[in-house]
């Protein structure tokens, strides 16, 4: 099946940690997205890759870094210069080149500061 | 900055009933396209229904369907007979080509039996 997977579901941290989300697509989509979710707000763009080996700052790209070395994969690592890094993450990709636009999601992680 | 509104951060209807959630934005681009998304408590984010802006026919997608008002860049979803299914949050997004995403703050809908 395609589709788009992140990993873990849950995830907990100790404050001063870093963590990495996973993100892995076999849709053969180009461009590679990540969104942060907090209650009550829309998603907010944190980084988002085009290519292999380049990526862009999105709106709130402080204390996240991410890294794009293959196609199909995009991980997040949520450093401890975050200040409020509790909250949903989830993933997207999308086709570049075409008229459609449409961005396709993982489940999503949820990450606890502990 | 783009904008987008989405004015009802709740909302109930009765199963087999029609709601209308509704959608504005802020934009100067004339060539996007407009998305609603809905989020189950599964939290999977889910595509419902896209529309690109240099179209003037209305997006229908089964019981689903869209009010695009280019000129007053409203962008309302008309869900037609509720189901308990649809219960979920529901964000409208609006892309300039070749732009990235700005999303909505989402408007809960909860379908009662």
């Known amino acids: 099946d395609g589709g788009i997977t992140q990993s873990p579901k849950y995830l907990f941290r100790k404050e001063g940690q870093n963590v990495t989300l996973s993100c892995e697509q076999n849709?053969?989509?180009?461009?590679m997205y990540w969104y942060r979710q907090d209650p009550g707000q829309g998603l907010r763009l944190i980084y988002y890759?085009?290519?292999?080996?380049?990526?862009q700052k999105g709106d709130i790209a402080e204390g996240y870094s991410v890294s794009r070395e293959k196609k199909e994969s995009f991980p997040l690592t949520v450093t401890s210069a975050q200040k409020n890094p509790t909250a949903f993450y989830l993933c997207?990709?999308?086709?570049?080149?075409?008229?459609?636009?449409?961005?396709?999601f993982g489940p999503g992680t949820r990450l606890t500061v502990l | 900055a783009q904008t987008v509104t989405q004015s009802q951060p709740e909302m109930s209807v009765q199963e087999a009933e029609t709601v209308t959630l509704s959608c504005t934005y802020d934009?100067?681009?004339?060539?996007?396209?407009l998305f609603w998304y809905k989020q189950p408590p599964s939290r999977q984010m889910i595509l419902v229904i896209r529309?690109?802006?240099?179209?003037?026919q209305n997006a229908t997608e089964n019981r689903f369907s869209v009010n695009f008002q280019k000129a007053a860049k409203s962008f309302s979803l008309k869900i037609s007979d509720s189901q308990l299914g649809d219960t979920a949050m529901y964000f409208c997004?609006?892309?300039?080509?070749?732009?990235?995403?700005?999303f909505g703050p989402g408007t809960r809908l909860s379908v009662l039996p």
């Open positions: 997207a990709s999308s086709i570049i080149g075409t008229n459609t636009d449409t961005q396709y």
């Open positions: 849709l053969n989509h180009d461009a």
């Open positions: 890759s085009q290519i292999v080996n380049d990526f």
């Open positions: 934009t100067s681009e004339s060539n996007y396209y």
């Open positions: 529309q690109e802006a240099y179209k003037q």
């Open positions: 997004a609006f892309s300039p080509y070749g732009q990235n995403f700005v």
